[in-house]
């Protein structure tokens, strides 16, 4: 490449499109020190006009188009027209950088496609785990792993909302709001707190680790939102609660799952808190590696956008490939998936039951019936009234299993007060 420049085409111009602007500026000099060239953008394109006039394009086609822009960066997220700027830009021969987990989990076959036809490449460090090198770290440091196991807290808006609740006793409202106004959450934060952003994140590593596309439609998704203050505050004193996606290669197939899990003190999730996430990734030789960092903000995942502008770029200016090294995308290879109802783990269980002779019995009872077996049980707080929770932790069962006694203990109207409380235990 013989320009005295690399241009930037970025489209969307949001949190994280001012964040890389910034930082493109502050870190000049490291920039030419590693690219030996600096690096300028030269076209900003967002649906809402703005003030940098002499940047501003109206139509992203426009930059996609300009031969003098050699990198587009697309940060508007969401599906379209995020697909088309992708596809479109590799189409038109540029690389290009984007943080778009939810485009990429979708249209992940697509873009690897293109990826292949047209010889370009697309980096998303900042789409898992914001400033984290978890791609990086997966598809490079971790090249030769036979990966086993992927667990996360993979998304920042709902590890801080359960961090606030938790530590703070803040209400699931307030500390949403927080959440968003830290510019932490997605432009719908229910993308956020019903675990769909985790389970896209879930589905681009667990797709990077195996070779083939795991869509999120095959991933187990619940989410935050129907969580209860109540089992926050009856599980902290032994740990927390914390919304986890979870990829494990079994015997016969892929087990995935995206809900709220009980994390004990003694595992290294438990003292991550707030916008932080963590990535553990076992490999059959490496064992455990873990990730950790700030997984949402301006900061964190501009840096990575930025990260990966200049891999790129050092590989324009040598006139290397840069596909992102290392990866298998090949449609012809199929991964088992495994049902969820047919997944072990141990569980914690709350019931508010009617305070009377015989209520343990029977429930007690019915999971035996169903070949749960339990490990402790017990009533936390003295009951007022005539009700009371009681707290069941189970030996490791079979969720389809735990599921059919749970709908017998829900149907025992006289008494039980609302629907029995299930949440994993995540074990380490
Ligand atoms: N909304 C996302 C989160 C932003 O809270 O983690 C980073 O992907």
């Given at each position: 490449?013989?320009?005295?420049?690399?241009?930037?085409?970025?489209?969307?111009?949001?949190?994280?499109?001012?964040?890389?602007?910034?930082?493109?500026?502050?870190?000049?000099?490291?920039?030419?020190?590693?690219?030996?060239?600096?690096?300028?953008?030269?076209?900003?394109?967002?649906?809402?006009?703005?003030?940098?006039?002499?940047?501003?394009?109206?139509?992203?086609?426009?930059?996609?188009?300009?031969?003098?822009?050699?990198?587009?960066?697309?940060?508007?997220?969401?599906?379209?027209?995020?697909?088309?700027?992708?596809?479109?830009?590799?189409?038109?021969?540029?690389?290009?950088?984007?943080?778009?987990?939810?485009?990429?989990?979708?249209?992940?076959?697509?873009?690897?496609?293109?990826?292949?036809?047209?010889?370009?490449?697309?980096?998303?460090?900042?789409?898992?785990?914001?400033?984290?090198?978890?791609?990086?770290?997966?598809?490079?440091?971790?090249?030769?792993?036979?990966?086993?196991?992927?667990?996360?807290?993979?998304?920042?808006?709902?590890?801080?909302?359960?961090?606030?609740?938790?530590?703070?006793?803040?209400?699931?409202?307030?500390?949403?709001?927080?959440?968003?106004?830290?510019?932490?959450?997605?432009?719908?934060?229910?993308?956020?707190?019903?675990?769909?952003?985790?389970?896209?994140?879930?589905?681009?590593?667990?797709?990077?680790?195996?070779?083939?596309?795991?869509?999120?439609?095959?991933?187990?998704?619940?989410?935050?939102?129907?969580?209860?203050?109540?089992d926050?505050?009856l599980t902290?004193r032994n740990g927390?609660i914390?919304?986890?996606?979870?990829?494990?290669?079994?015997?016969?197939?892929?087990?995935?799952?995206?809900?709220?899990c009980f994390i004990g003190k003694e595992h290294?999730?438990?003292?991550?808190?707030?916008?932080?996430?963590?990535?553990?990734?076992?490999?059959?030789?490496?064992?455990?590696?873990?990730?950790?960092?700030?997984?949402?903000?301006?900061?964190?995942?501009?840096?990575?956008?930025?990260?990966?502008?200049?891999?790129?770029?050092?590989?324009?200016?040598?006139?290397?490939?840069?596909?992102?090294?290392?990866?298998?995308?090949?449609?012809?290879?199929?991964?088992?998936?495994?049902?969820?109802?047919?997944s072990k783990a141990a569980y914690y269980l709350r019931f508010?039951?009617?305070?009377?002779?015989?209520?343990f019995a029977?429930l007690a009872d019915i999971l035996g019936k169903h070949k749960v077996s339990i490990a402790s049980l017990s009533q936390p707080?003295?009951?007022?009234?005539?009700?009371?929770d009681i707290v069941i932790i189970t030996h490791p069962s079979v969720l389809?299993d735990l599921n059919?006694a749970l709908?017998?203990i829900?149907?025992?109207?006289?008494?039980?007060?609302?629907?029995p409380v299930k949440i994993k235990i995540e074990t380490f």
């Amino acid at each position: 490449m013989t320009k005295e420049t690399i241009n930037i085409g970025l489209i969307g111009y949001g949190t994280v499109g001012k964040g890389v602007v910034r930082i493109l500026k502050s870190s000049s000099k490291i920039i030419i020190g590693k690219v030996g060239k600096p690096i300028e953008v030269k076209s900003i394109c967002d649906i809402n006009p703005i003030d940098k006039t002499e940047l501003y394009v109206k139509d992203f086609r426009q930059i996609i188009k300009d031969p003098d822009i050699d990198l587009i960066v697309e940060l508007i997220g969401g599906y379209e027209p995020a697909r088309t700027i992708i596809i479109e830009s590799l189409k038109a021969g540029k690389n290009v950088v984007t943080a778009n987990k939810a485009a990429l989990a979708k249209f992940w076959g697509e873009i690897y496609t293109a990826i292949q036809t047209y010889q370009k490449s697309v980096y998303y460090e900042a789409a898992v785990g914001g400033a984290i090198p978890v791609i990086a770290g997966l598809t490079e440091g971790l090249a030769g792993e036979e990966i086993l196991e992927i667990k996360g807290i993979l998304n920042g808006t709902t590890n801080f909302i359960l961090s606030k609740m938790t530590k703070d006793a803040l209400d699931y409202k307030s500390a949403l709001k927080e959440a968003q106004s830290a510019g932490f959450a997605e432009t719908d934060p229910s993308f956020d707190v019903n675990g769909i952003d985790t389970a896209n994140k879930l589905a681009i590593l667990a797709s990077l680790a195996w070779g083939s596309w795991i869509k999120v439609k095959d991933i187990s998704v619940s989410g935050i939102a129907d969580l209860d203050i109540k089992d926050v505050s009856l599980t902290k004193r032994n740990g927390s609660i914390k919304l986890i996606g979870s990829a494990v290669k079994m015997k016969n197939g892929i087990d995935l799952s995206v809900q709220p899990c009980f994390i004990g003190k003694e595992h290294p999730f438990s003292s991550v808190r707030d916008e932080y996430n963590a990535v553990m990734i076992k490999g059959k030789n490496s064992g455990d590696v873990l990730f950790y960092g700030k997984g949402a903000g301006q900061g964190p995942a501009a840096s990575a956008v930025v990260s990966d502008i200049i891999n790129l770029s050092q590989f324009m200016v040598t006139n290397t490939k840069g596909i992102i090294p290392d990866i298998i995308y090949d449609p012809k290879i199929k991964n088992q998936i495994l049902p969820f109802s047919k997944s072990k783990a141990a569980y914690y269980l709350r019931f508010t039951v009617s305070d009377k002779p015989g209520v343990f019995a029977k429930l007690a009872d019915i999971l035996g019936k169903h070949k749960v077996s339990i490990a402790s049980l017990s009533q936390p707080n003295i009951s007022r009234g005539d009700f009371a929770d009681i707290v069941i932790i189970t030996h490791p069962s079979v969720l389809e299993d735990l599921n059919s006694a749970l709908k017998e203990i829900k149907s025992l109207r006289s008494i039980i007060k609302s629907a029995p409380v299930k949440i994993k235990i995540e074990t380490f």
